[in-house]
Every structure is written in C-alpha cells, then in structure tokens.
C-alpha cells in the first residue's frame, strides 16, 4: 500500500466535513455540524496515521519539506479546533478551520516531494526551531479564524441584523478573548521559533541568516501579526485595518511556506 493513501483518505473525508459544515449555513441544521464535525475527525484520524507514516519512512519530524511542514500546521489547527470546540462549543469556527485545513492538505497532495530518510540526527536547535514556528503558525491561524468571528458578530451587532452565520457565533466576548489568547500565545512560541532559527543558523554558518523567500515572508508576517496583536492591546482590533492586516500577514505566512519548497 502507497504511504499516500492515507493522505488521501484524509483529503476525501475533510472535503465531505468542510462541504457538510458548509451547507448547514443555508439549512441551518445543527445535525449537519455534528456530521461534519464526525467526517473531519475520520479525516484527521487518517491524516494522523500519514504524518506518522512520514516519521517512519524518514526517521525524523515531518517537518523538513512543503508538504511535510504544511500538513503538520493544518493537523496542529485541527487539533486546537477540537480544543476549542469542547471548550466553548463554537461551531461557526467550522466556516474558516475546515475549508483552512483542507486547502493546506491539499497543497501536501499537489506538491509532490519524495521522502527523504535522515541519515543524520537533526539539531536539537534545528528541530525546536522547526517546532515552534509550526506551533506558532498554527496558533496565529486560529487567533486570525476567531478575529474574524469577532469582527463579523461586532458588524452584526451594529447593523441588529442577522446573518447566516448570526446562530453560530458565540458571544463577541468569546470571540474576542480566544482570539487574543491565540494570537498571544502563537506570536510568543512563533517568536521564540524565529530566535532558535537564527541561532542555529549562526551555529552552523557563523553568519547572519540569508534572507530568501521563506526568511523575508517570515519575518514580515511576524510585524504584521505585531500590528494585530497590538490591536488587541489598544482596543482597536475591531477596524478594518485590523483585519485587512490579518490578511496580509496570511499572505506573508503563506509565501513564508512556499519558500520553503524553493528554499
């Protein structure tokens, strides 16, 4: 058996979660969360059985390729997802995590790199290094998810209109406080992995770190979720330029990531 059929088993079950969680915003069924939420969690199962498959294979964290790093911070979303939803019961999460962690896994499937067995022990440094900025990845995409949520149950307080997405939504309150604690929390772990990554590459070069594609979309994603998180901290997240932030420093993440396959 491919090592990759769970991979896309997994992509088949989280495309069938994301469309079922989907389609409860014009049916409104709360039965269909419930159901999408069951057909992510078979999905994730099987992508859990991939990324061990991976260590496996390799020897090492699946986290030294694109694929490998991008499966690894949408298994680690999910997880936080699952986290939060026992905790405050959000199913209007489902609107942005599932669609989230499906395109990331998608991009594991499309960008094809073969596996590559280390025949050396990876740097404590290196591999702390390569842990926290997933970490942390994962972490400011939650916080960026539930800002969102806030912005859009602020809008719908001001207007008193309902939107579909109005019956899903936890209180602003909510919002608002699992954002900030996401975003706090990833920016000091995503931080913290920037830091390790210039000192092992001060380590092992003796020079500064060389500034490609991933290293320049790194960096300019960690300012503009500064921004954000000062936001939170002045009382002002709930702008548009908050949020128009927020998207560029998904961007930046993004090509941060893709640089990596080039890098």
Request: with cysteine; hydrophobic share 55%; glycine share 8%.
């Amino acid at each position: 058996m491919s090592p990759n059929t769970s991979l896309y088993v997994a992509l088949v079950f989280y495309g069938l979660g994301t469309l079922v969680a989907l389609a409860s915003l014009f049916a409104r069924e709360r039965r269909l969360q419930h159901a999408g939420l069951g057909l992510m969690v078979i999905g994730f199962l099987s992508h859990t059985v991939w990324i061990g498959t991976i260590c496996t294979l390799t020897g090492h964290p699946p986290l030294t390729n694109l694929p490998e790093t991008v499966s690894f911070i949408a298994w680690l979303v999910f997880v936080v997802e699952l986290v939060l939803f026992v905790i405050y019961r959000v199913h209007a999460a489902s609107f942005f995590v599932y669609p989230l962690v499906l395109i990331l896994l998608t991009i594991s499937a499309v960008v094809r790199e073969p596996f590559t067995h280390s025949q050396t022990v990876l740097s404590r440094l290196f591999t702390a290094h390569l842990l926290l900025t997933t970490t942390g990845v994962a972490a400011l995409l939650i916080g960026l998810a539930f800002g969102l949520l806030a912005h859009l149950q602020d809008r719908a307080l001001k207007s008193k209109t309902r939107g579909r997405l109005w019956e899903w939504i936890p209180s602003l309150n909510v919002c608002k406080d699992v954002s900030y604690r996401a975003l706090s929390i990833g920016f000091s772990v995503y931080t913290l992995g920037l830091l390790t990554g210039v000192l092992w590459s001060y380590k092992t070069t003796a020079g500064i770190v060389a500034m490609r594609t991933k290293e320049i979309g790194a960096i300019v994603a960690w300012v503009l979720f500064a921004i954000v998180l000062q936001s939170y901290i002045s009382g002002t997240y709930r702008t548009r330029r908050t949020m128009l932030t927020g998207a560029a420093a998904l961007v930046a993440i993004v090509v941060a990531m893709l640089g990596i396959h080039h890098g």
